[in-house]
């Protein structure tokens, strides 16, 4: 440990418990990254704060020694989002993990930003209402935020920047605000739930949410719908939607993935190009959404629609779903998983995954192809031979050939997953010269660069 470490760490443990600070390495190395390709950086200390307070001192150190602070969920984000690049010191939100309200009648609950997905809906099940977010991995509520995650159901529910209706942020000096309220709206101020949401850690710690909650609703059904194409499928989707079905999940899993879903999940779905939706209502109303469904999809060459109605069956699908990624990392041992991520309008997605399923091909790499296609949302899931440079080399420009794609045609270079480190050279040209209002924000909230940095806007 170096002199300077070791008096930081004796200045936090003036302000925390000896046991909510540590320099261990195992523990340093579980924080130096999370679920993505990039390569792993170690943090120098790791805390543990238990109250906002907390979180205020710790700021109130880093700024006294200009040492960089690392907010960190559950590190499953995929993007390099929580590795110290500069090292510093990473505040573990894990036990900032309390439920502190469920104001049923509002449809808000209010969290500490450790709460995991899961954890919410466990609870909020006794009251019959659900969270809507769900992406693949269980994550934290925090982390969520800070990436503006988003998941299946987003096409009915929104994504998470829909959810929030306040934070409690901890700011670079210490200071404690709140970017929002408790009303269904306002038009008060500056958008500060907007800006601080999807920040990556990079202007402020979140350490209290009020997030918005759904009824469970009265009836469900999930369906599995094979096509000959991807085209088809896509089409299909385009279809459905512009008849204006409110359909609550609408997922493309291309044939490669079926293989990986049937061999890791063992179920025996048809190997072909598929849609996974679930419908949301009523009975009336689920009734005349599925029988239009069904004969828009046969109208793109379905090849056959089979329904899940019954709790088990319907988990059995969202479960084979939610854990491709892990199909494919179990299915390809050695190889690493490296995930695109764009989103462009909906007239553009057929395309777009047409010409991402012709490049993999024209590269020879390996991999599957899914997507919130509902959103215009789709990701190429790729395993790759670390080892290998050319193979990654091809991975690099098979990523930036999406990208580009998805750019030009007015789409975005990560539809959920983020910026962290890996589209951080995309950034200039999605934004051009808005980017340098981010730089300004980001100068202005966090005037040493001191939060995540060199994250999202690159200060040196
Ligand atoms: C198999 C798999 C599938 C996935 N599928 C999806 C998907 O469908 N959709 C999707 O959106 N994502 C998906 N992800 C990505 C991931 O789950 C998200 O990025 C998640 O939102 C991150 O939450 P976390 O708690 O793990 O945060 P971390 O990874 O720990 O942190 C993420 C970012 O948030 C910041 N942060 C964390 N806590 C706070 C806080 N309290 N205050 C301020 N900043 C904070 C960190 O500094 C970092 O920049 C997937 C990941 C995996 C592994």
Known sequence: MTNSIKIITDALKKVLKDEQVTINTTVR????????????????????????????????????????????????????HVIPLKGGITIDFSLMNQILDVKENDFLVKVQPGVTRTQLNQRLKKHGLFFSVDPGADATLGGMAATNASGTTSVKYGVMRDQVRDLEVVMADGTIIHTGNLAAKSASGYHLNGLFVGSEGTLGCFTELTLLVHGIPEHIT?????????????????????????????????????????????TNYIEKPTLFLEFHGNEAGLKSDVDFTTMIVADHHCEGIEFETDNAGRNRLWEARHNLAYAFIHGYPGKKMMVTDVCLPISELAGAVEYARETVHELGLIGGIVGHVGDGNFHVLLMMDMNDSEEIAKADDLNERIVMYALERGGTCTGEHGVGIGKQKYQEREHGTALLVMEKIKRALDPDNLLNPNKIVKLD
Do not use: C
């Open 29 to 80: 190395e579980l924080h130096g990254r999370d679920e993505s390709y990039h390569a792993q950086q170690l943090p120098d200390i790791v805390v543990f704060p238990e109250s906002t307070q907390d979180v205020s001192n710790v700021m109130i150190v880093s700024k006294e020694h200009q040492i960089p602070v690392i907010p960190f969920g559950l590190g499953s984000s995929l993007e390099g």
């Open 222 to 266: 999930a369906a599995r719908a094979s096509f000959p194409t991807i085209n088809d499928a896509v089409e299909a989707v385009v279809s459905i939607l512009q008849a204006g079905i409110p359909i609550a999940r609408v997922e493309l899993v291309d044939e490669p993935s079926m293989k990986q879903t049937n061999i890791y999940s063992e």
